[in-house]
């Protein structure tokens, strides 16, 4: 199989966000996040570094209001960066499973990069807020990800108390599994579906 240039930059201008994303899916976990959501940089950190993934965000937003649409377009441009990067799927293995425990937490996440998105998300947390990040946004994140992405996307969360790690778990057990499912199969040949497409 050719070399495959695994990258996609997304440029988002709203009255609400102004954001720019690149990603590139064959990197080495460098991150450039720059985002008014502390908690949120956090992750997309994590996800670069976990993931391999090479990613840069520069996000301005009305945070003055609330944290909801710089979190939310930033899962939308994510979204857009995956389905962009990864072009037709052609050798990728397609499918992603990953449990990541923290402390007492144990998330799991399993993907299917199948061009029909749908998120089931079992996951509760104790906490209404960490730090100043509304608990509720993990889910809007992700919502929104898998839609722009166009993945079957299930986060499940078995066991935790700690609102922090819970959604850490389920952010680093994202990565991980979208690692496995954009990885190369030389196996496969052509795009992995009956249908000859995805």
């Known amino acids: 199989m050719e070399n495959q240039v695994r990258q996609h930059t997304i440029e988002r201008n709203t009255k609400e966000t102004q954001i720019s994303l690149a990603l590139n899916i064959d990197g080495e976990g460098q ?3 720059q985002t008014p959501v502390p908690f949120l940089n956090h992750m997309l950190d994590a996800i670069a570094r976990h993931g391999h993934f090479d990613l840069s965000v520069n996000a301005a937003g009305d945070v003055e209001i609330d944290d909801h649409h710089t979190t939310e377009d930033v899962g939308i441009c994510l979204g857009q960066a995956i389905q962009g990067a990864l072009g037709d799927k052609r050798g990728i293995k397609r499918y ?3 449990f990541v425990p923290m402390d007492e937490t144990l998330a799991q996440v399993v993907i299917d ?7 089931e998300f079992r996951a509760e947390f104790p906490s209404q807020k960490v730090g100043t990040f509304d608990t509720e946004l993990v889910h809007e994140f992700f919502w929104k990800l898998a839609l722009e992405a166009r993945m079957n996307l299930h986060v499940i969360v078995h066991y935790g108390t700690n609102t922090h790690h819970i959604i850490e778990a389920i952010f680093k057990a994202f990565t991980k599994a979208l690692d496995e499912a954009t990885q190369i199969d030389p196996r496969v040949k052509g795009v992995p579906s009956t249908k000859g497409m995805l």
């Open 113 to 119: 990069l199948s061009n029909r998105p749908h998120l």
């Open 96 to 98: 992603g499973n990953a």
């Open 31 to 33: 991150a450039d996040i």
